[in-house]
């Protein structure tokens, strides 16, 4: 039986990997790559730069929700982000597969945990 410590620690971690997700697009190299990445999908100029903010608004909201919200629907939710962002992912840089720091890989561990949390919080 998971202890309350061990869930709390599971929504910090899973808060700071979105918040991380969302403040990283503000370092000049990484806005720089993401641009260029969403530009081989097709999203240029003011349309880039819109997805990518709506992208980190909801990445914040996401890990507001996984520390604030104690609520099974929130982790679902999440879940369903991470399976987005997995299958835009997959196919347009289907190669991250098989990225030696195993970039989509993480998605199945992050996936699980998620599934886990939503089944052992308030279900509303």
Same mark, same amino acid.
């Given at each position: 039986?998971? &202890?309350?410590?061990?869930?709390?620690?599971?929504?910090?971690?899973?808060?700071?990997?979105?918040?991380?997700?969302?403040?990283?697009?503000?370092?000049?190299?990484?806005?720089?790559?993401?641009?260029?990445?969403? #530009?081989?999908?097709?999203?240029?100029?003011?349309?880039?730069?819109?997805?990518?903010?709506?992208?980190?608004?909801?990445? +914040?909201?996401?890990?507001?929700?996984?520390?604030?919200?104690?609520? #099974?629907?929130?982790?679902?939710?999440?879940?369903?982000?991470?399976?987005?962002? &997995?299958?835009?992912?997959?196919? #347009?840089?289907?190669?991250?597969?098989?990225?030696?720091?195993?970039?989509?890989?993480?998605?199945?561990?992050? +996936?699980?945990?998620?599934?886990?949390?939503?089944?052992?919080?308030?279900?509303?």
């Amino acid at each position: 039986m998971v &202890t309350n410590n061990a869930k709390g620690a599971v929504r910090f971690a899973i808060a700071l990997m979105w918040w991380i997700s969302a403040l990283l697009p503000l370092i000049p190299s990484v806005h720089q790559r993401a641009m260029h990445e969403l #530009s081989l999908v097709g999203l240029t100029g003011a349309l880039a730069l819109a997805f990518m903010g709506i992208a980190m608004l909801l990445d +914040i909201a996401c890990g507001v929700g996984a520390l604030c919200l104690h609520h #099974s629907w929130v982790w679902w939710v999440q879940m369903l982000v991470v399976v987005v962002y &997995t299958v835009i992912l997959s196919v #347009s840089h289907a190669q991250l597969w098989l990225d030696p720091f195993g970039a989509l890989l993480k998605n199945i561990p992050i +996936i699980a945990l998620m599934i886990y949390m939503a089944r052992t919080e308030r279900r509303t």
